[in-house]
């Protein structure tokens, strides 16, 4: 075999390690260019060098290997040698490749580790095969060269695998602006575009199912989405519970339908047997009549008893509506009424609520409603009411996620099986589902 051909594919194994070689290396090239001009040298240059000197005779006490070559025939020897070039330097870079492949495979991650298994099931089984049946048929001296050839394949294949593709976040600005406009039609379209790029998506399909529901008076429709959603093999069993409450309000709310409300929540248990998600969806189940009652009753202002006094007006009307000067004002004659008599609870609740919603003091009022929770003799949906309003101005006025949750738990702990501790366990799912969510969108 000639020697030229034999010093090419030399060439073409050390360029075809290299690229893999600079490639796993990254950041570190420098460091990982001298290991490999290291490797290269052990590898493949002195073995080569004591092949081409035990073809010559060159080692003293060793007679050449080819035969008598005398001082004269140097490109005899390197013709000659040509067999061991190819050998030696294959069989490196079939070493080195595997080394390389199987360091490749540690750094898949784990999200892209089934596809990267199915992708090397399709090509190993025909690669291997071919390259088994080629050795036997050509010989060992070209094993290297047959293994190399099949394992570049499976080699470049993993190279795509090690990055992990980031979604496409979905922008629903464009439809939630549509919607405030009345264009509903034009916000399904924007949502829909949207989930075409970011098929899995749950803010997306329920923002979807909520039009249908509440603007398109289409409810089969967004029951047929939720459950569509639901079925995702990619969902987690939180965003299922929070997807089937929503229909169950849907239902309750705009079809007075607890029927279908209760096959909603059914769905949760069906799924989710034993689980707390279970537990949360049958004490609503108890509580669907109730809650229908509380969607048809109308809503009342409520007003004190006769033993209130005889205040002013100002006192017991709606502070809905009012302005900075008059709130200020009422506020005062709330604080006289509650000098004359701490433990009055209406008019300490109303001073609360005027506080926190018309003069934004909201810590304030958080304050007045620990002085409430503290009365004796108060009745325990009163107290939860009261928990639950201080929960809600800590999240919604304060931005305070932290102290909202803890209120929110503790009413969950001292007020088990009211309405309002449901309610706090199903904005404790709310918020820590969008607190995942953000987090996996490095928000």
């Excluded at 248990?269 to 108890?286: E, F, T, W």
């Amino acid at each position: 075999m000639a020697i030229v051909p034999a010093i090419f594919l030399l060439a073409c194994f050390t360029a075809i390690v290299w690229q893999y070689w600079e490639r796993l290396m990254g950041e570190n090239i420098e460091t990982g260019r001298r290991w490999f001009w290291t490797w290269y040298i052990k590898g493949v240059a002195a073995p080569i060098m004591i092949w081409v000197l035990l073809g010559a005779g060159g080692l003293p006490g060793l007679p050449s290997l080819f035969g008598r070559t005398g001082p004269s025939t140097l490109g005899s020897v390197l013709q000659a040698s040509a067999v061991g070039v190819i050998v030696i330097s294959s069989y490196w870079a079939a070493t080195t490749i595997v080394w390389l492949f199987a360091a490749l495979v540690g750094r898949i991650p784990p999200e892209n580790a089934p596809r990267w298994r199915r992708l090397m099931l399709i090509l190993s089984v025909p690669l291997l095969s071919l390259g088994w049946i080629s050795v036997h048929a050509a010989g060992w001296k070209w094993a290297g060269f047959i293994v190399t050839l099949c394992l570049l394949p499976l080699a470049h294949s993993t190279m795509s695998f090690l990055t992990v593709e980031k979604k496409k976040t979905p922008h629903y600005a464009t439809a939630i602006a549509k919607m405030k406009f009345g264009k509903f039609d034009e916000a399904e379209w924007e949502v829909i575009r949207q989930l075409e790029e970011t098929e899995d998506d749950f803010q997306g399909w329920m923002m979807l199912a909520e039009l249908y529901a509440c603007q398109f008076n289409d409810l089969s429709a967004a029951t047929q989405t939720v459950r569509d959603l639901c079925n995702q093999p990619n969902i987690t069993p939180s965003d299922v519970g929070v997807a089937m409450h929503k229909l169950a309000d849907w239902h309750i709310k705009l079809a007075d339908d607890p029927a279908a409300a209760r096959s909603a929540l059914e769905e949760i248990c069906r799924r989710y047997p034993g689980s707390h998600l279970d537990m949360m969806a049958r004490m609503r189940i108890n509580r669907l009549a109730e809650e229908l009652h509380t969607s048809r009753a109308p809503r009342t202002i409520p007003l004190p008893n006769s033993s209130a006094g005889n205040g002013s007006a100002a006192a017991v009307a709606p502070e809905s509506g009012l302005t900075r000067e008059s709130a200020i004002a009422l506020a005062n004659d709330y604080v006289s009424r509650l000098q004359t008599d701490p433990n009055d609870a209406f008019y300490r609740e109303r001073f609360a609520r005027l506080l926190a919603e018309r003069l934004s003091r909201p810590d304030l009022a958080i304050e007045q409603i620990e002085l409430l929770l503290a009365m004796p003799e108060q009745p325990l949906e009163r107290r939860a009411g009261w928990l639950s309003l201080a929960a809600d101005w800590q999240l919604r006025l304060l931005r305070n996620t932290d102290a909202g949750c803890r209120i929110l738990h503790r009413l969950v702990e001292d007020f088990p099986g009211t309405t309002e501790a449901f309610n706090a366990q199903r904005r404790l799912f709310v918020i820590d589902m969008e607190s995942r969510w953000r987090r996996s969108r490095g928000v």
